[in-house]
Nanobody, 122 residues
Framework: QVKLVESGGGSVQTGGSLRLSCVASGYTLCNVDMSWYRQAPGKEREFVST???????TYADSVKGRFTASRDNAEKTLYLQMNSLIPGDTAMYYC????????????????WGQGTQVTVSS
């Protein structure tokens, strides 16, 4: 079955760093975009970063210059290096895998992980 497992969250002080990981498995012969989203209690889920299948990387304005996304492990592992963290970064961080259509791909729709908690204190 398809699995997306996020890890690397924790509690840090303002100015600290964390590195998040998303390990995806359970699908083959797919080209996918992989993204990070975050959601704080009582707020809507918001976009953080996308690492597209063509290698293009985009970031939300709120994290540009502080966060860096990367991929490895046959492009099924997504990372997010987070530096200069601020309290506004406090949220549950979710990984999203979004496949391009292909009859060879066993993944038919976007899939979400369970999330990893990031807490930044002043």
């Amino acid at each position: 079955q398809v699995k997306l497992v996020e890890s690397g969250g924790g509690s840090v002080q303002t100015g600290g760093s964390l590195r998040l990981s998303c390990v995806a498995s359970g699908y083959t012969l797919c080209n996918v975009d992989m993204s990070w989203y975050r959601q704080a209690p009582g707020k809507e889920r918001e976009f953080v970063s996308t690492f597209k299948r063509d290698g293009t990387i985009t970031y939300a304005d709120s994290v540009k210059g502080r966060f860096t996304a990367s991929r490895d492990n046959a492009e099924k592992t997504l990372y997010l290096q987070m530096n200069s963290l601020i309290p506004g970064d406090t949220a549950m961080y979710y990984c999203l895998v979004d496949p391009v259509f292909s009859p060879l791909c066993s993944l038919s729709r976007p899939r979400w992980g369970q999330g990893t908690q990031v807490t930044v204190s002043s």
